[in-house]
């Protein structure tokens, strides 16, 4: 009898594996492709690190607003949006935005690098995006002490402190 019940069982083990494994390595292929198409479509964020950016204007304080690189009115550079997400809804039918790979989402300074690939991104990236008009001002760019005139190229690093100075 324990003889036969084990029989059994290897029997209903040796179907089942055949039932799980057979479908799979039919479906394999088409499961890779749909996989690859989907990647390319969904946007699959990488990287996301975080730094803080604090303007002033003549000395006052200047709010970096919420919504830079999301709403439209604080999306004036779009050359970047290919390392960005697309607007996409979940299971639940809410709707996430679009969003610029450099982008805000509260008026604290915070700047979210949130990318489909690595690369070095630049606070004059993100102050394109933000469309705010620096002509014919000096600026001064401030991090941990050190002072540079170069605030265009200077690149965003996680959990980094800037200091925006604009004298007109
Ligand atoms: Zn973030």
Redesign the pocket.
Known sequence: MKSNTGYVVLSVLGVAICILFLPMSQSTPELNAQESIANKTSNKIIM?I?ANLSVTVNGKSLIVPNGIGINSSLWKDHSLDKFGTEQKANIFGLITPAMSPLHT?DSSG?I???STEYRNYTLGQFLNIWGIPLQGSKINLLTDGNSTENYDNYILKDGEKMILKIED
């Open positions: 996301h975080h989402h915070t979210h690098v949130e």
